[in-house]
């Protein structure tokens, strides 16, 4: 069993950088496809990037594609998700997850096993 905890988020202004960081425990997260989503105020969980379990493939969703990059570390067990540009749509509640390698990549919420408790990251204008 994978327990994820993500770091780094806070407030920021638009335009600021912010990275995010996610540690896994209990397991090799380099066995598991990485991913993190977000969801705002009153909307539903979307997906923003995903990495595969080697870390040659990464997608990201369209509002955030050339912004964010999304990398890997399996030595140390963590994903990252590097947030540049930031604009207050950004603003959200950014959650980790991670699903098995051998089931491959997908942006669907509903393919992830495993789930961090989540962090803010507010963008302010």
């Known amino acids: 069993q994978v327990q994820l905890v993500e770091s780094g988020g806070g407030l920021v202004q638009a335009g600021d950088s912010l990275s995010l ?14 991913a993190w989503f977000r969801q705002a105020p009153g909307k539903e969980r979307e997906f923003v990037a995903v990495v595969s379990w080697i870390g040659g493939y990464t997608a990201y969703a369209d509002s955030v594609k050339g912004r964010f990059s999304i990398s ?54």
């Not at 998700?81 to 990549?105: F, I, W």
């Not at 997908?106 to 302010?124: C, F, L, M, N």
């Open 21 to 34: 960081s996610c540690a896994a425990s209990g397991g090799s997260f380099g066995a598991y496809v990485g």
């Open 72 to 125: 890997r570390d399996n030595v140390r067990n963590t994903v990252f998700l590097q947030m540049n540009s930031l604009k207050p749509e950004d603003t959200a509640v950014y959650y980790c997850a991670a699903r098995g390698g051998h089931l491959g990549t997908s942006s669907s919420a509903g393919d992830y096993d495993y789930w961090g408790q989540g962090i803010q990251v507010t963008v302010s204008s």
